[in-house]
């Protein structure tokens, strides 16, 4: 179900992004433009969010209730990399 | 010339977003997705810039070497608008 | 004024930063230290935002009004490197 | 060790920010502001990730492999939070 979900919405952001190819086409006011740029880098922080937020709830609970250390480290570093990447200036 | 290179990569970035929803259909790590996520972030920011670019270069200059104030006005104010929002915490 | 008005948010972003070094210092919360930076940056984005606008018009406006097309260039081009460091992934 | 890092870097950008605000009294070129202004939030996103890391190899941990259900989560909510605001376009 939330496998469904997070395809609808990539499904969504794809149909959007060809919309905007067609208003290039037509010429469309730059400014028009940069604003359905914004709205579906929008759409896609709300997939990465869902995503991170599965990842926490299943796999990452997992890794820290196990032994594995280094296995725990790794999926520490990941997430921490993925916050690094988002936050950059 | 400009319009096809954006064209170009709003094509590719939707096929990235396709790619995406295959790589979720298939039950890929989650970690992956939100990097390939992040990659396609960063060649929105490309398209981004490479519009806003051409606006400030034509628009922004016929606009403010014209004489209607109140257009200007518009255009700077729209311009601020799209920086405001690339830049919201 | 517009410039007594950056001074005091300046100001109060400093004490701000202050206020989160005194935080640490006592033991606070991670998240609460998170949340004090996230509304400092914000409180940055909103100083950015003057600054531009200000820069706009005032400078940029002269400068695409003149007939230095080396200089007109420059300050496009710069207005461009900042927004690209904003929207930086 | 880890505390007294995050105090060093705390106090330079406050110290950071004390320098914008004199480049504004001394009317400094707007680009040089923003450049600056940039900078101090790119070494604010640096203090975030080590506080955000710090906390997901402590409490994190101590919550996930404990028995609280509830804190557990509350955790984990609270970390999607941070992740949601540096993600907002």
Known sequence: MDRDDT???LKSI????RGV???VENDAYCID????????QAALNKVST?????HIHSCLIT???GENQGERERV????????EMATKV
Chains 1, 2, 3, 4 share one sequence.
Do not use: F, T
Request: aromatic share 2%; net charge positive.
């Open 7 to 9: 395809l609808c919405r």
């Open 14 to 17: 794809e149909g959007h992004v």
């Open 21 to 23: 190819a067609r208003m």
């Open 33 to 40: 433009l940069l604003r359905q740029i914004q709205a579906i």
């Open 50 to 54: 869902k995503v991170l937020d599965d």
């Open 63 to 65: 890794v820290v209730r």
């Open 76 to 83: 520490l570093k990941e997430i921490m990399e993925v916050y």
